[in-house]
């Protein structure tokens, strides 16, 4: 009999001992209410709390908690229907108002979101909805933490996963696309052959003008050799002038010009007979001593002046 009583008091001290301690873990609040109300808010770690008159009410995550909004349809500012789905991201910041500012926080922020979005979608035009998804969800992110604050709830952020248009819509998005970019090719080829051609061009001018001064330049060296070379002549000559006179002064230059012209002449009129089949002879040949005289005459007179 002992026995048993000391069984039952050791069975009554566990179940104290349990609803005396609570041990709360790390990123957890749980809310404690004492006679039906609220008491306390259990942070991690050990707690004691009196049994039978506080109980643990609400247990919450103080994570960051992703919530898949379901898809919707929205209408656009033109009359479009577009298919949106996204993501929130939210935080439990206040576990009393998380317990009692809301009866279902996450169905409030989903009902939110959706009716944002619808708001927000349309305001705006269906090309606008593709190129504005930054603003899309800045603007829902800002009217859902608003309203949240007062359910204990911080909405992080809201991404769009997809923005799904009407078939006949994605097929008109996907011509304008194509004509899009046959247009860009188009332009950029005749861009492309505008350059060649002025490439082109541009090359043949410097070209020609590369010609036309190496032309000139050619003219030019052409008429200085050419310069050059009468300069060189009438030099020789006149040296060769000189030196012909300097050798008639000398002893014996006279009788070696005498000797000379006398074989000019002789080779002279030799060359004469060649000309045709005739042999020409002088009428007097006795005439060409008096030739050399004359001839010798002249020499003698150059040289004195």
């Excluded at 608003?146 to 078939?167: F, Q």
């Excluded at 492309?192 to 051609?197: C, L």
């Excluded at 006149?238 to 000379?260: C, F, H």
Aim: glycine share 6%; net charge neutral.
């Amino acid at each position: 009999m002992f026995g048993s009583v000391s069984l039952v008091l050791l069975v009554i001290v566990i179940i104290f001992i349990a609803k005396t301690i609570k041990v709360v873990p790390q990123q957890h609040a749980w809310v404690v209410e004492r006679l039906g109300k609220y008491h306390a808010t259990l942070g991690p770690g050990l707690n004691i709390v009196v049994p039978f008159v506080d109980r643990v009410a609400y247990k919450h995550i103080l994570k960051e908690i992703p919530l898949d909004v379901p898809p919707q349809v929205c209408i656009t500012r033109d009359n479009t229907q577009l298919q949106v789905d996204g993501i929130l991201y939210f935080q439990i910041t206040d576990a009393m108002r998380a317990s009692y500012g809301s009866s279902n926080y996450i169905a409030a922020i989903t009902q939110l979101a959706q009716t944002t979005l619808r708001s927000v979608i349309g305001k705006m035009e269906l090309d606008k909805t593709f190129e504005e998804r930054d603003h899309i969800n800045t603007t829902i992110v800002s009217a859902i933490d608003e309203s949240a604050a007062n359910w204990g709830v911080k909405v992080l952020r809201y991404e769009i996963k997809d923005l799904t248009p009407p078939k006949e819509i994605l097929h008109a998005m996907q011509a304008q696309i194509t004509a899009e970019r046959e247009k860009r090719a188009l332009i950029a080829a005749s861009e492309g052959r505008k350059q060649e051609q002025i490439n082109i061009a541009t090359g043949e001018r410097e070209a020609s003008i590369a010609k036309s001064e190496g032309e000139k330049q050619a003219s030019i060296n052409r008429a200085q050799g050419q310069a050059a070379a009468i300069l060189s002549i009438a030099e020789a000559s006149a040296e060769a002038i000189r030196k012909t006179a300097a050798a008639i002064q000398s002893p014996g230059g006279s009788d070696a010009v005498n000797l000379k012209v006398a074989e000019q002449y002789v080779a002279a009129f030799g060359q004469l007979a060649k000309t045709n089949n005739s042999i020409i002879v002088p009428a007097n040949l006795g005439d060409i001593s008096g030739l050399i005289a004359t001839a010798l005459q002249v020499v003698k007179s150059q040289t004195k002046s």
